[in-house]
């Protein structure tokens, strides 16, 4: 099959980071990719590279499609003084104009030579192939499949929210149904009915799809290979299979490094054992006869030279493997749960009458000690202040809130209060011990390397802010949980880590999340949040 896109030894950095070395990698037509990895690992930049709208340092980036490219980018950038219908056709700017050459083209065909047939032909062909007649009923079907089929054509830009102004950046690019679309992020902002059509819609598309994403669901059903871009190798990893043989291959990899761990410790000790005990045992036992001491000596001599050069080479194999070790694997994530001692079926949070504004009204809700809650509904919902009502960081205007026990509370946005503060300390603080065993507790979690642990916190990414706060929850006990959108910013192996973690967590647990197979594999009670009121 032909490669469509083909990334030949391409190096990349950003500032003085280098993101991708030496990387090949090729797109065949028709495929659907998704690219994961971590945050910062160089996703979007590999997406930008794909598209042409930036260049490598070094090697080429070679791309074969007829029917075009279209970029959506993470962040839209629309000019807020445009309307919605200037937005629109500056998307099918590519379409409208072949359109405007096909009636030009048509005025004159009575009086046209061989050429401008010929020419005119090739135009009618692409035009169609590329869906040009369908083009303005495929804008109106975006729209409303994406919920935005109440927005005017004349509606300036700039009065649309940025979820909107995002989803309409999208509906724009699936009406110019470019051959290869490269998507960042399109998940973003869409509840379940936008995100199911649009899954249907990637998945129908007839060119290729490639798509940076941290939505499994998403993964599981548009992906039919996935890329990850792994920051410590600077490397694009290829999976075949889906987000299935992507998880199936990530799972062999970390029984392959426990493997090679153990097989290291086993081989350090052997060899720690051979070269202390072996040259002390030569000749051990032997008696010396009559008359053979000479003959003794010769043979002890022998042996001793032959013990003493196994024990050096043992000694030189022992020190290549001290210092080229194999790290252990991160430890599963695991809460660390403190139950009330004799309350076993005590309250531990209780919320009456409780109002916010016109945001939250809660006329009863109540978590007991070991409970599980899980909490979803759409954007504005009232979510994210609940669990902050529930937390006591935010105080109700009225009704009462009750609490007993220790809290842990993971908000959605996490505030830096101190920026100069470095990542260790901010993790240490409050915790018993040395500096040496909380660096070797926050390393253990495998969140964070240990060049990262001395970086002011002012200077963390978003999502290394979450990992710090989701570390700190990690290493304090409590008996209640209080988690908004745990699975943001956090890479896929970790969000399955982390539910596993709650999957055996003890202690009571609420939980807001618009993560769909999380929800789906949630074990507790669930509950539906509309307009400030939970429903079932």
């Not at 050459?101 to 032909?121: H, I, K, P, S, V």
Request: hydrophobic share 40%.
């Amino acid at each position: 099959m032909p490669t469509q896109i083909s990334l030949r030894r391409v190096t990349k950095s950003r500032g003085e980071r280098l993101l991708l070395d030496d990387v090949s990698l090729a797109v065949r037509p028709g495929e659907r990719i998704g690219i994961v990895g971590e945050n910062g690992a160089g996703k979007t930049t590999l997406l930008h590279l794909l598209a042409g709208a930036e260049t490598p340092d070094d090697g080429e980036v070679i791309t074969v499609a007829e029917g075009g490219v279209g970029l959506l980018a993470q962040t839209p950038q629309l000019p807020p003084d445009r309307t919605v219908g200037e937005a629109i056709d500056a998307a099918l700017h590519e379409l409208r104009t072949i359109e405007r050459r096909l009636r030009d083209l048509e005025a004159a065909l009575g009086d046209a030579d061989e050429a401008t047939l010929g020419l005119y032909g090739e135009l009618l062909t692409t035009y169609e192939l590329r869906g040009g007649y369908e083009a303005d009923a495929r804008v109106d079907k975006a729209l409303h499949g994406l919920g935005l089929a109440g927005t005017g054509r004349d509606r300036p830009l700039g009065s649309l929210s940025g979820g909107e102004q995002a989803r309409l950046g999208l509906a724009c690019l699936i009406a110019a149904a470019p051959e290869v679309m490269l998507l960042d992020e399109p998940t973003n902002h869409l509840d379940e009915t936008a995100l199911g059509w649009l899954e249907d819609d990637l998945s129908a598309h007839r060119g290729t799809v490639v798509a940076v994403s941290h939505d499994r669901t998403f993964l599981e059903r548009v992906a039919t290979t996935v890329l990850d871009v792994d920051a410590d190798r600077r490397t694009v990893v290829r999976y075949g299979n889906g987000y299935a043989g992507y998880r199936e291959e990530r799972a062999a990899a970390r029984r392959r490094w426990e493997q090679s761990y153990a097989d290291w410790c086993d081989e350090t000790a052997r060899l720690e054992a051979y070269a202390a005990t072996t040259a002390h045992g030569v000749a051990a036992g032997r008696a010396i006869k009559d008359n053979n001491k000479m003959a003794y000596d010769r043979a002890a001599g022998r042996v001793q030279a032959s013990v003493s050069g196994r024990v050096r080479a043992a000694r030189e194999r022992l020190r290549r493997l001290r210092e080229d070790p194999v790290p252990p694997p991160p430890r599963p994530l695991a809460f660390a749960a403190r139950p009330l001692t004799g309350t076993a079926d005590g309250d531990l949070v209780t919320l009456t009458d409780v109002r916010v504004g016109n945001r939250l009204a809660v006329e009863r809700l109540t978590v007991a000690a070991g409970e599980k809650l899980l909490v979803h509904g759409g954007n504005g919902a009232g979510k994210s202040t609940l669990l902050r009502v529930m937390a006591g960081q935010l105080a109700p205007d009225s009704g009462t809130v009750t609490r007993r026990g220790r809290i842990g509370y993971l908000a959605q946005e996490i505030p830096v209060g101190r920026p100069a503060e470095r990542l260790l300390t901010a993790f240490g603080r409050g915790l018993a011990g040395t500096e040496e065993e909380k660096e070797e507790l926050l390393l253990s979690y495998g969140l964070f390397r240990p060049r990262d642990l001395h970086t002011p916190v002012g200077s963390l990414s978003a999502g290394q802010r979450r990992r710090l706060a989701l570390a700190r929850l990690l290493a304090r006990p409590a008996d209640l949980l209080l988690l908004d959108e745990p699975a943001n910013h956090l890479a896929l192996g970790l969000v399955e880590e982390l539910e596993e973690a709650l999957d055996r967590w003890t202690g009571a647990l609420v939980v807001v999340s618009h993560d769909r197979l999380l929800r789906r594999r949630f074990t507790g009670r669930v509950q539906r949040l509309e307009a400030g009121r939970l429903t079932r």
